[in-house]
């Protein structure tokens, strides 16, 4: 049986939004939640807000979520104000739901979530200008910096061990032992590539627990179209995508960047031999981020931005893998090897960081 149509007036209808509902669009973004523009007139002003139905498979507790959500970006508003800069335009405004709360749950159990729209922005799924990917590293060293005194005994763990690479190493042994999806005959070079690299998995979570890289409240998700750009002045106004703020490590939100923006080609570009690192992205990105986030950071998580671009990259090659194993039950696909295409050009590119790890080595050191 298809599944019925979501009702999107009667949900929008929750939130007491401004005007009249005149319409609503898809947004194809993202491999988790799903997303729609409202339109709405306001006596002949036009306005518009974001929709998000909450994949409550993956964050199981819509209210903790919310509350680490809306409990963020009020801080990260107080900032904007206190520095004079526009607080509509530089992070989320959730919008509360007339029953109380930042979310509504369907009679069918779906949670929903509004925000306003912020205008005259774009956002990026591939990267041509080194420019905007300096502009992206600013943005997320800005983001740590004004978390840096964000109470993080406040936040919960929307997703346990979501950056454990030892823990999603373990999830990939269950998945090869498993076979749930009966495709480990296809994946066998992937699977050895993944299993070769098993020591590199223990690097940063052995610094964890020796008190060597301090827990921060990082995004954990920086993937480039996680920021919205200013459509004049190309800089990163605003990060979105909270749903994994948590304690963290700020390699984490580098490697993420790196492994998704400074990559020649598309997170799910079927011919691999276009995957390669741009070691000029690359010098762009750290150039922004440790501008502005430098002086906040240890020697010791200057040393390991290098290595954590290559380690975040295979973490989500292996998390993708298992999940073509366990037959794509996490992240969306449109095709059935939608996860190991996205698994083949993670590994790709890990391959070519360990040939330029040394440049990047370099280049690194040049910005500290
Ligand atoms: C997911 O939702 P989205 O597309 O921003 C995933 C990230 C992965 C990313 C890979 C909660 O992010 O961890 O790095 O896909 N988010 C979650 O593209 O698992
Ligand atoms: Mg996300």
Same mark, same amino acid.
């Given at each position: 049986m298809a599944n019925k149509p979501f009702d999107i007036v009667g949900i929008s209808d929750q939130f007491g939004l401004k005007g009249d509902f005149t319409g609503y669009e898809k947004i194809n973004n993202g491999h988790i939640n799903s997303t729609?523009? #409202?339109?709405?007139?306001?006596? =002949?002003?036009?306005?518009?807000?974001?929709?998000?139905?909450?994949?409550? *498979?993956?964050? $199981?507790?819509?209210?903790? #979520?919310?509350?680490?959500?809306? =409990?963020?970006?009020?801080?990260?508003?107080?900032?904007?104000?206190?520095? *004079?800069?526009? $607080?509509k335009r530089t992070t989320l405004r959730f919008r509360p739901c007339k029953e109380g709360g930042y979310y509504f749950k369907d009679e069918s159990g779906n949670c929903w979530r509004v925000y306003d729209y912020i205008d005259d922005v774009y956002t990026c799924n591939i990267i041509d200008s080194a420019e905007v990917f300096c502009n992206a590293g600013i943005a997320f060293g800005d983001f740590q910096n004004n978390l840096a005194d964000y109470d993080s005994t406040q936040l919960h763990e929307t997703i346990e061990n979501f950056h454990n690479t030892v823990s999603r190493f373990a999830d990939l042994n269950k998945a090869i032992l498993e076979n749930r999806s009966g495709r480990l005959n296809n994946v066998r070079e992937e699977v050895d590539f993944a299993l070769e690299r098993e020591p590199d998995t223990h690097v940063l979570v052995d610094l964890i627990e020796k008190g060597e890289l301090p827990l921060r409240v990082?995004?954990?998700?920086?993937?480039?179209?996680?920021?919205?750009?200013?459509?004049?002045?190309?800089?990163?106004?605003?990060?979105?995508?909270?749903?994994?703020?948590?304690?963290?490590?700020?390699?984490?939100?580098?490697?993420?960047?790196?492994?998704?923006?400074?990559?020649?080609?598309?997170?799910?570009?079927?011919?691999?031999?276009?995957?390669?690192?741009s070691l000029e992205l690359y010098e762009a990105y750290v150039k922004g981020y440790l501008s502005s986030a430098k002086d906040a950071l240890t020697d010791c998580e200057k040393e390991y931005l290098p290595f954590s671009a290559k380690l975040m990259t295979y973490e989500c090659g292996i998390r993708f893998l298992t999940d073509y194993l366990n037959g794509d039950t996490y992240f969306k696909t449109e095709y059935p090897e939608h996860n190991l295409v996205r698994c083949r050009t993670q590994f790709a590119l890990v391959a070519d960081m360990e040939k330029k790890m040394d440049k990047m080595v370099e280049i690194t050191k040049k910005y500290c």
């Open positions: 729609f523009t #409202l339109f709405f007139d306001d006596n =002949g002003k036009s306005r518009k807000y974001v929709l998000q139905r909450i994949n409550t *498979g993956i964050f $199981t507790d819509p209210e903790k #979520l919310m509350s680490n959500i809306v =409990g963020v970006t009020e801080h990260i508003r107080g900032k904007m104000r206190e520095s *004079g800069k526009d $607080t990082t995004h954990n998700d920086t993937k480039l179209n996680n920021i919205l750009f200013d459509n004049t002045s190309n800089k990163g106004i605003c990060i979105i995508d909270l749903d994994t703020v948590m304690p963290g490590l700020s390699l984490y939100d580098f490697g993420d960047s790196i492994r998704f923006g400074a990559n020649t080609a598309a997170e799910d570009e079927q011919d691999v031999s276009k995957v390669s690192l």
